[in-house]
């Protein structure tokens, strides 16, 4: 059913491989969000992403924000892509739900929703600075349908996985990673960012004009320790996600949206997409908001 979260109608491709991904089946994330400008449908770039448009490249830069339905009325994201919660401010932004093209061109091409956002919360421990508590939840101005087949919510994680200590220091750890991860393929956990982001890094790199996935592990053993130790401001908020050889990540455009964990036949909301040094570079995975059931 599409009203019991974590849900979809249309099923997705879940073995698929944003940068280094494929096109998701339309509708089947039903609980992803696009923040845009609600004076002219424009994508809404954040902050921290305007440094990155030089004037020449505007026309191709234009991104996406991402964030997720977790309620038929609330939707989860990164705090950073808020910015100010006056009124003022608030009133700029449309949230655009159920549509899986992203453009001016095809985004009344497919059934959407356009709501107002009411209200921003952000963490009120959210650090600018290290991007430690980067989650803010948005109000919209009413609540939608959740009985469409086009609409679901997410559901936030109801279990605590018990992941081994991010940065093992020693070989034993190192052992237990390995062995988690089997145990973890087992039980078919999977875990797969969504987006309209950059589909490669680069002033070139263009947003995508339909929903991707792509598929990105969590930590070792696909990625070394050091390589998340040193760019992770505190590992009880934060984790990281993709795979030390590079060529599968998320990318500017895509933060707020959810890394999503199956279990049970029903997916979770794990992570925000928060930051990262580029786009599925070696060594460099992205950087993520974790999300502690005790928090909910």
Avoid at 4 to 23: H, L
Avoid at 88 to 116: M, Q
Avoid at 131 to 150: F, G, P, Q, Y
Wanted: aromatic share 10%; net charge positive; with cysteine.
């Amino acid at each position: 059913s599409p009203i019991q979260c974590g849900c979809a109608f249309y099923q997705p491709i879940i073995r698929a491989r944003i940068v280094g991904g494929i096109e998701s089946i339309p509708h089947s994330w039903p609980w992803i969000v696009s923040i845009r400008l609600a004076s002219t449908n424009s994508p809404f770039c954040g902050t921290y992403l305007d440094l990155l448009i030089s004037f020449q490249f505007l026309f191709v830069l234009i991104l996406y924000l991402g964030g997720s339905l977790i309620t038929d009325r609330y939707v989860l994201t990164a705090a950073h892509t808020g910015g100010k919660t006056t009124a003022a401010i608030r009133s700029k932004y449309i949230i655009v739900i159920g549509a899986h093209y992203s453009t001016e061109k095809n985004t009344y091409l497919n059934s959407h929703l356009r709501i107002p956002a009411n209200l921003i919360i952000i963490h009120p421990q959210y650090d600018t600075n290290t991007k430690v508590n980067d989650i803010a939840l948005i109000e919209l101005s009413r609540s939608v349908d959740l009985a469409d087949k086009t609409i679901g919510f997410i559901c936030l994680p109801m279990t605590t996985l018990r992941y081994p200590k991010l940065f093992p220091s020693d070989q034993a750890n190192a052992v237990m990673f390995q062995m988690y991860y089997f145990l973890l393929s087992l039980y078919k956990y999977l875990q797969i960012a969504i987006g309209w982001g950059r589909v490669r890094e680069g002033s070139l790199g263009r947003a995508s004009n339909v929903l991707l996935q792509v598929e990105l592990p969590i930590q070792s053993p696909y990625i070394r320790p050091s390589d998340c130790a040193d760019q992770v401001y505190d590992p009880e908020k934060q984790f990281c996600a993709g795979v030390t050889q590079g060529g599968k990540d998320t990318c500017q455009g895509d933060s707020g949206g959810p890394l999503m964990l199956t279990y049970n036949h029903t997916w979770q909301i794990v992570g925000i997409t928060s930051y990262g040094e580029g786009c599925a570079r070696a060594r460099k995975p992205g950087k993520l908001s974790s999300l502690n059931p005790k928090d909910n």
